[in-house]
């Protein structure tokens, strides 16, 4: 995803790349964030205590996730740009609990049919 976003950059700029720009920042801290906790798991309190680097590490990893600007700000910059692809459509004509009363109507006799062969 980097490497895209680095590839579209060089190519059409900045402001061209700028969805996928904040999609790394997204993604790639979250991830960050996922390893250095699966991490912890695995080495129970020693992986929290000072002893070894995940302590640390897991606090950079949180504070990635906000210094770049908080994750939700990069999802709504990428969901707006997505939904601009997209164009609104007209609300139903129909009320759909209308439509099914008048199914049961139309149908009623096969349902009576129906449910006295279940009986």
């Known amino acids: 995803m980097t490497l895209q976003a680095a590839w579209k950059m060089d190519r059409e700029g900045a402001a061209a790349a700028r969805v996928e720009i904040a999609m790394i920042k997204y993604f790639g801290a979250t991830v960050l964030y996922n390893v250095?906790?699966?991490?912890l798991q695995v080495h129970g309190s020693l992986g929290y205590s000072t002893d070894l680097p995940l302590e640390a590490m897991y606090r950079w990893a949180r504070a990635a996730r906000i210094y770049d600007g908080p994750d939700e700000v990069h999802r709504q910059t990428v969901?707006?740009?997505t939904l601009k692809a997209y164009e609104g459509s007209e609300v139903p004509t129909e009320f759909i609990p209308a439509r099914a009363e008048r199914a049961r109507e139309k149908f009623a006799e096969a349902l009576e049919l129906l449910t006295a062969a279940n009986a």
């Open 79 to 81: 969901a707006r740009h």
């Open 36 to 39: 250095i906790d699966r991490s």
